[in-house]
């Protein structure tokens, strides 16, 4: 029972709450395609960690990787719920890294390109992530094997470089935190 001195309890909000499953997978898959499109992805994750306050919370690769590991695809899985405080400080950075990445995101998404261009850079964008895709999650997983395979996997893949496309610029942290909280759904 509640004392009547006590101030009442606000109820959790949205950024307290933990990311659901689904959204921890598309915020890991979303890293892994900044990591694609930048070959020093994983540096620049660390030293955007420290460019943004978050040393306290990823100091170093081990915490970085710690984290990430609670995606379900990963081959090495993490139990339990990612803390809010965790996912926002990854979301930030992963927002951080889209700005950053912009133009190569607006290149692969441009209707206005020609089509033997657009098709190279998908290709090798493609390349890139299958090789991360293979290195780092688990292959008999069907999410995994889904993302690698046929039109269902081009079209997973293009919505995660539109969904990064979207986090780039003002507000991009509420859309893509909103989103990734959804993803539950």
């Not at 405080?85 to 912009?102: H, M, V």
């Not at 493609?126 to 997983?141: C, I, K, T, Y």
Request: charge should be positive; charged fraction near 25%; aromatic fraction near 4%.
């Amino acid at each position: 029972m509640v004392s009547p001195s006590a101030p009442p309890q606000p109820p959790a909000t949205a950024t307290d709450a933990p990311l659901p499953r689904r959204g921890i997978e598309r915020l890991d898959l979303m890293l892994l395609c900044a990591e694609a499109l930048d070959l020093n992805g994983a540096e620049a994750t660390l030293i955007l960690s420290e460019q943004l306050g978050f040393q306290d919370l990823i100091p170093n690769r081990v915490e970085l990787w710690k984290r990430r590991c609670h995606n379900p695809l990963r081959r090495q899985v993490r139990r339990g719920t990612l803390a809010a405080a965790d996912s926002d400080a990854l979301i930030r950075i992963l927002c951080t890294q889209c700005e950053r990445l912009y133009p190569l995101l607006r290149a692969l998404l441009s209707a206005a390109e020609p089509d033997d261009i657009a098709r190279q850079r998908w290709e090798l964008f493609e390349d890139r992530l299958a090789g991360l895709v293979h290195e780092r999650m688990n292959p008999r997983r069907g999410g995994v094997q889904r993302l690698l395979e046929g039109a269902e996997g081009a079209r997973q893949r293009r919505q995660l470089i539109l969904a990064m496309a979207l986090a780039a610029g003002n507000g991009g942290f509420a859309r893509l935190k909103a989103s990734l909280m959804d993803a539950g759904a």
